[in-house]
């Protein structure tokens, strides 16, 4: 695709479920980050990944959250057993390579009632 | 701690009039600066960048300025246009060889007709 592609939108989840967020990278970037935007707070980083492998996890927050990413695209962020201070902006980006400008993706807001 | 700090949650500029957004960063090791343009309900745009060798990038209407010394860069617009009303988000990178991106909390500018 021409841009980077984030699924859902928008997502509503109870506390304690667990939830799956989605990134496709712009084609043939191999290097791919989450980051999430709190209410009224800049752009937190959360993980990095260049390829399939995560040298910086440094900003997950608790052993809830998680990412993988396979093939070197597409990028899967799973929160377990969510609570209401999860809700937030998940940001995806991915740049050419690491030395290169990120480029953003629209985002997933989740709302965890 | 708060690494970059965008002191103004808001600025207010007439259309045609010079638009100065303020920046500071605490951490001398950072390498590279970027500001960032978004819309609501839309990703972060990348905007300009710089690198610490320099004190000045420009870009048709679009400037940034680093003082090292004082750990301050700034964004100018000149001239403002109403399409320029976005939030602006100031960001480093390079802090021990990290690739993430460290974002101030930003700046909503909104230009007056």
């Known amino acids: 695709g021409a841009g980077v592609s984030q699924s859902p939108s928008n997502k509503v989840t109870e506390k304690g479920k667990d939830v799956e967020l989605r990134c496709d990278p712009i084609s043939g970037h191999t290097a791919l980050y989450w980051y999430r935007q709190s209410l009224g707070q800049g752009l937190e980083f959360l993980i990095y990944f260049q390829g399939n492998s995560a040298p910086d996890k440094s900003g997950l927050p608790s052993d809830r959250f998680s990412a993988e990413r396979t093939g070197g695209s597409v990028s899967t962020l799973t929160i377990q057993r969510t609570q209401q201070e999860d809700s937030a902006v998940y940001l995806c980006a991915s740049s050419l390579d690491p030395k290169n400008i990120q480029y953003f993706g629209a985002g997933t807001r989740l709302s965890v009632l | 701690d708060q690494q970059v700090k965008q002191n103004s949650p808001s600025l207010s500029v007439q259309e045609g009039r010079i638009s100065i957004l303020n920046c500071d960063y605490t951490?001398?090791?950072?390498?590279?600066f970027l500001w960032y343009k978004k819309y609501p309900a839309e990703g972060p745009t990348f905007l300009i960048s710089i690198s610490s060798i320099k004190d000045k990038n420009e870009d048709g209407r679009f400037t940034v300025f680093l003082n090292k010394s004082a750990k301050h860069l700034s964004l100018h617009i000149v001239p403002s246009q109403p399409g320029d009303s976005a939030v602006y988000f100031c960001?480093?990178?390079?802090?021990?060889?990290?690739?993430?991106?460290?974002f101030g909390q930003g700046t909503r500018l909104t230009i007056n007709p």
């Open positions: 951490n001398s090791m950072f390498d590279y």
């Open positions: 960001a480093a990178r390079g802090y021990q060889g990290a690739q993430k991106l460290v």
